[in-house]
């Protein structure tokens, strides 16, 4: 199927710094663009989600940003808190319909 | 509560063996589907169905089969298991985009 790449493979950063995760895609017809944290041993949460139609979207200290133009997008967290340490996956509809591919996902590790 | 829930949460199996993966929602979606992933690892789509008698198939649907009978229900069968199958199978669901997931079921194959 189409891929979807995801960068960095980890990242390490210190409580209060920021985060940010990239993707690529390249299914030119996708059109929605989720973002799920995976605590060990529990399902994916979704954390928030952007559609074509939109820039930037923002909720709280959790931000994303799209580009369809570059065909990536990208996850921003501010002020990091060890609670965020999790593993953190894209994803890309696959053409304009329901069904997702994932990127290879993010391990966050924030320490104290 | 509205929820997805998977049956069994964890299951040993010999190989050759076949065996279901359960999925129920009451969420009241349409749209259903599933994964296979290690642990921390990427998400890999193996079937989804987007309504009642219908079902696709996605990169990894070669060595399984699914049936969507009713709305709520979305099994997954392995006809003949093998050490290769051994991994999470995570089941999800949808109205429409957003999806939701389910537990998970850990599968080992000895």
């Known amino acids: 199927g189409e891929n979807v790449e995801q960068h960095p493979s980890t990242l390490s950063v210190q409580e209060g710094d920021s985060a940010v995760i990239k993707c690529t895609y390249s299914?030119?017809?996708?059109?929605?663009f989720p973002w799920y944290k995976q605590e060990l041993g529990k399902r994916p949460q979704l954390i928030i989600d952007?559609?074509?139609?939109?820039g930037e979207k923002k909720d709280q200290r959790i931000a994303v940003t799209l580009n369809k133009t570059a065909k990536h997008f990208s996850l921003h967290i501010t002020e990091t808190q060890p609670e965020d340490s999790a593993v953190y996956f894209c994803?890309?509809?696959?053409?304009?319909?329901?069904?997702?591919?994932f990127g290879k996902g993010t391990s966050l590790l924030v320490t104290p | 509560e509205a929820d997805i829930y998977q049956t069994p949460r964890y299951l040993v199996i010999g190989t050759g063996k076949k065996i279901t993966l359960e999925c129920s929602q009451t969420m009241g979606h349409d749209k259903m589907y599933w994964y296979q992933q290690d642990p921390g690892m990427e998400l890999h789509l193996i079937h989804y169905?987007?309504?009642?008698?219908?079902?696709e198939k996605g990169d990894l649907s070669s060595e399984s089969t699914v049936s969507r009978i009713r709305t709520e229900h979305f099994p997954l069968t392995l006809e003949s298991a093998r050490p290769s199958h051994t991994s999470q199978y995570l089941c999800?669901?949808?109205?429409?985009?957003?999806?939701?997931f389910g537990p998970g079921t850990r599968l080992t194959v000895l």
């Open positions: 952007i559609r074509s139609n939109v």
């Open positions: 299914d030119s017809a996708s059109n929605y």
């Open positions: 994803a890309a509809s696959i053409n304009s319909g329901y069904a997702l591919n």
């Open positions: 169905s987007y309504g009642v008698n219908s079902t």
């Open positions: 999800a669901s949808s109205r429409e985009d957003t999806q939701y």
